[in-house]
């Protein structure tokens, strides 16, 4: 037929990533449930079918699910997301096709991964992990769990509850199925994405934008405690000084590569309140 020459390959059969990539470009022109749906259900066919471990073909499949995961938008139905049946449906599609890819090729869905978070700004990152997670409910779950801390016998027997999320059960990071890999995998660069975009995330036209970069910040820290300690302890590993300099450093520099390692154990969102802070005072300071 005309124009199918680019869909056929040299041995007669039809190019998946081809396919793939025509998907793609019709998801992008026409959006709806029903068109994401059939789209998904190409997917998950391809990747069921042998011989598909190729990367750029997961590549297309890793842009299909995450596109649609951006038009679902929350789970909850906040910011016009698609809270139905329906929409619960084909989130659960996407999440089986990323499972599929990270159970085929584990190291190469991890790259494609972080190559797809590169490319994003912060809002459209914010904005695919809102849809991913719904971190917006984090608040309403935290409450639910959070203890005060006390040396009462009633609130120690509430605190050694094992459901809970702690270091002895590895704050069930095994519960978390391919969400928690997807995390486990993209926090280190969504978290460097986000503190080099600090000067853009405190405009006053992004207020709403770093708030909803709190809400992820303490998401994780309630839901995804192994990755949020794991690259915490990272940040302390990559602001020490080189070996070969430290025997060259005098006090003052000591004391300020100190004061480094000690912000980079708060919080993100308190980094981002200090270095707010500091930008207002100076304001005030020139007035």
Known sequence: ALGSTNFIEQNGQISFIVLLKAIYFAIERRSSARIYELALNICESLLEMPKTELQSFFNDSISIVLRIYLWLGCPHGCNDGLNSQHGDFLRIKARTILAIISHINPEIFCSLLISHIEEYNAQMLIDTLHSVTGFCRCGIA??????????????????????????????????????????????????????????????????????????????????????????????????????????????????????????????LPEIFLSERNAKLSNNDDNE
């Open 142 to 267: 935290a409450g639910i769990h959070r203890t005060r801390s006390g040396s009462s016998p009633r609130r120690r027997n509430v605190i050694l509850n094992s459901s809970l999320p702690s270091y002895e059960n590895n704050f069930n990071e095994s519960l978390k199925g391919i969400e928690g890999t997807v995390i486990k995998v993209i926090l280190k660069p969504v978290v460097s994405k986000l503190m080099n975009a600090m000067d853009e995330l405190l405009q006053p036209e992004n207020m709403s934008l770093y708030q909803d970069v709190r809400l992820f910040v303490s998401f994780i820290q309630e839901q995804h405690g192994n990755s949020f300690r794991c690259v915490g302890l990272s940040a302390l590993l990559d602001g020490r000084p080189p070996e070969n300099q430290s025997q060259f450093l005098d006090v003052g520099t000591s004391q300020l590569y100190s004061s480094r390692r000690t912000s980079l154990l708060c919080p």
